[in-house]
């Protein structure tokens, strides 16, 4: 079975300025429009990540409901309730595509490690870029050369957040 669902792989993340995605094991900021958007489009997708994104979540949201939530472990005696294990990225991209809906993608939802890896094979970009300076300890991964901007939301300029925050959400494909 080919690794790439009908409806291909996708990376979704939300990125402060200089590309930090996370600090500490969390995201540092409070942007609740940012999780409608990430629960709207990855909901009815198997979503891929990595065990330190798994215990990221708040126990209430694990496993991320309408989803089939693949972490990625090597530690075979962790309990990881509601969710499937996969033992590398190939694997877990390989179940994520025979759970997938005819045409329905494969979300891979982080964090650095696993963006970092399966940018190779993605086909499409979800990016929520984020008018905020903070420190961090994770970044996304470098773009590479081959995506282009499909979309930007809003087309011009930002969107301002219940919060106050700015932030626009940018799809590239490849
Ligand atoms: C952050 C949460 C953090 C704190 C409280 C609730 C984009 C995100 C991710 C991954 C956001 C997080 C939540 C509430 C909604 C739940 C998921 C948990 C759901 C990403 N753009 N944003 N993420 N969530 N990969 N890309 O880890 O989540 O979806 O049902």
Redesign the pocket.
Same mark, same amino acid.
């Given at each position: 079975m080919s690794a790439q669902g009908a409806g291909g792989i996708g990376l979704?993340?939300?990125q402060a300025r200089g590309g930090v995605i996370g600090a500490g094991g *969390?995201?540092p900021w409070h942007l609740p429009e940012?999780?409608?958007?990430?629960?709207r /489009?990855? *909901?009815g997708s198997p979503v891929v990540m990595g065990r330190r /994104?798994w215990d990221?979540? $708040?126990a209430r949201?694990r496993p991320? $409901?309408?989803r089939t939530n693949i972490v990625i472990t090597r530690d075979d005696a962790l309990e990881l309730p509601g969710a499937v294990r996969a033992r590398s990225l190939p694997e877990a991209l390989e179940l994520a595509a025979s759970e997938a809906a005819p045409g329905a993608p494969t979300?891979v939802?982080?964090g650095g490690t696993i963006y970092a890896d399966a940018i190779e094979v993605a086909e499409r970009l979800?990016? *929520?870029e984020i008018d905020l300076d903070v420190d961090g300890d994770t970044t996304a991964p470098e773009i590479p050369e081959d995506f282009a901007l499909r979309s930007a939301e809003p087309a011009e300029g930002w969107h301002v957040s219940a919060s106050g925050l700015r932030y626009r959400i940018l799809t590239y494909t490849r």
């Open positions: 979704i993340w939300a *969390t995201m940012d999780l409608k958007h990430f629960s /489009t990855t *909901t /994104t990221s979540f $708040p949201y991320l $409901p309408g979300w939802i982080g979800v990016v *929520t």
